[in-house]
């Protein structure tokens, strides 16, 4: 009996806890939000405008469906954007149920749309090109996007490692909060390692996906 009572107690290695980790949690933000993330303009600016939406004090579900919303009614580039009348963004960000921000952060989207045309002809790859490898100056010209702020440029860095490996491996302090709770590394070296040919991005949202929900950890310790 003392042994079974042990076995049952017994936390998992740290590798089968990463990959049930990736199994249950593993899908990244742009894949819930319906973006198709590739190294080419239009996704990349959908990604910036999902990051914006997830910034803020709000559920990252009603997040999501207001980047759904926007995209669905044509906003899915920085011309379109800013084009779209403010009431029209308004509106999409209503149906997403994003409505205690929805005045303001139309406001933002608009501003940020003509920024990116203005300064990097809708081509956020301009603006990576322009930080030539250097992470700090590549956050920085992210965080003059309005509305994005530090936690917005985390969010877009973390998401976009899939297809800027100049970037990885990014995790940030919110995921590192969630490594903690599972009693995993708090280095992006060794979670790589330990997540082994697994996306990094997936790796880090599910980190986040443990520090926001409160019986993550606990289930996937006694799993």
């Given at each position: 009996m003392t042994g079974d009572s042990g076995k049952r107690g017994r936390k998992p290695a740290p590798r089968t806890l990463v990959r049930r980790l990736l199994e249950t949690r593993g899908r990244t933000y742009?894949?819930?939000?319906?973006?198709?993330?590739?190294?080419?303009?239009?996704?990349l600016y959908q990604l910036l405008v999902l990051s914006d939406l997830?910034?803020?004090?709000?559920?990252?579900?009603i997040a999501v469906a207001a980047a759904r919303e926007l995209f669905d009614a044509g906003l899915r580039n920085p011309r379109r954007m800013a084009e779209a009348s403010w009431q029209t963004r308004v509106d999409a960000l209503g149906r997403g149920g994003y409505?205690?921000?929805?005045?303001?952060?139309s406001t933002q989207l608009g501003?940020?749309?003509?920024?990116?045309?203005?300064?990097?002809?809708?081509d956020l790859r301009r603006l990576r090109d322009e930080a030539d490898g250097d992470e700090a100056a590549l956050r920085r010209s992210l965080?003059?996007?309005?509305?994005?702020?530090?936690?917005?440029?985390?969010?877009?860095l973390r998401e976009v490692q899939r297809v800027w490996p100049q970037v990885e491996p990014?995790?940030?302090?919110?995921?590192?909060?969630?490594a903690r709770r599972l009693d995993l590394p708090e280095d992006p070296g060794k979670l790589v390692r330990l997540a082994g040919d697994?996306?990094?991005?997936a790796l880090a949202a599910a980190l986040i996906r443990v520090v926001l929900d409160k019986h993550a950890a606990e289930e996937l310790l006694a799993s």
């Amino acid at each position: 009996m003392t042994g079974d009572s042990g076995k049952r107690g017994r936390k998992p290695a740290p590798r089968t806890l990463v990959r049930r980790l990736l199994e249950t949690r593993g899908r990244t933000y742009a894949e819930e939000a319906g973006i198709r993330l590739r190294d080419t303009p239009q996704p990349l600016y959908q990604l910036l405008v999902l990051s914006d939406l997830l910034s803020a004090r709000i559920r990252s579900d009603i997040a999501v469906a207001a980047a759904r919303e926007l995209f669905d009614a044509g906003l899915r580039n920085p011309r379109r954007m800013a084009e779209a009348s403010w009431q029209t963004r308004v509106d999409a960000l209503g149906r997403g149920g994003y409505r205690r921000y929805d005045e303001r952060t139309s406001t933002q989207l608009g501003e940020g749309a003509e920024l990116i045309q203005r300064d990097y002809g809708g081509d956020l790859r301009r603006l990576r090109d322009e930080a030539d490898g250097d992470e700090a100056a590549l956050r920085r010209s992210l965080r003059k996007v309005p509305g994005l702020g530090p936690v917005g440029a985390d969010i877009f860095l973390r998401e976009v490692q899939r297809v800027w490996p100049q970037v990885e491996p990014c995790f940030g302090d919110k995921a590192m909060q969630g490594a903690r709770r599972l009693d995993l590394p708090e280095d992006p070296g060794k979670l790589v390692r330990l997540a082994g040919d697994a996306d990094t991005a997936a790796l880090a949202a599910a980190l986040i996906r443990v520090v926001l929900d409160k019986h993550a950890a606990e289930e996937l310790l006694a799993s």
